[in-house]
């Protein structure tokens, strides 16, 4: 598995742009061949979305896509590109 984290600090309104949007957002991420998880946590001054694949090629193309969908939807709101950290999973527990 390979898993993706993109943080986008000191904005509180993307997470209330993506939770607005949840349903297009799953969708989204859940089209994306070997998709195993998303997951959007609110933090002090921003969010993080976690967002886990079978391999990183599925990772790849979610940031991508997540890219495309901010500059689309919410570009408004956030100029600032998020800190992108992806790596192979190496323990799961659920």
């Given at each position: 598995?390979?898993?993706v984290i993109r943080t986008y600090a000191d904005n509180a309104e993307i997470a209330d742009q993506l939770a607005a949007n949840a349903a297009e957002?799953?969708?989204?991420?859940?089209?994306v061949d070997g998709?195993?998880?998303?997951?959007?946590?609110r933090t002090g001054g921003g969010c993080t979305t976690f967002t886990v694949y079978d391999d990183q090629t599925g990772a790849d193309e979610s940031t991508r896509l997540a890219g495309d969908w901010i500059r689309e939807h919410a570009s408004e709101i956030t100029q600032s590109t998020p800190q992108v950290t992806s790596g192979e999973v190496l323990i799961q527990a659920s």
């Open positions: 598995m390979y898993a957002v799953k969708k989204l991420v859940s089209a998709f195993r998880g998303y997951y959007l946590v």
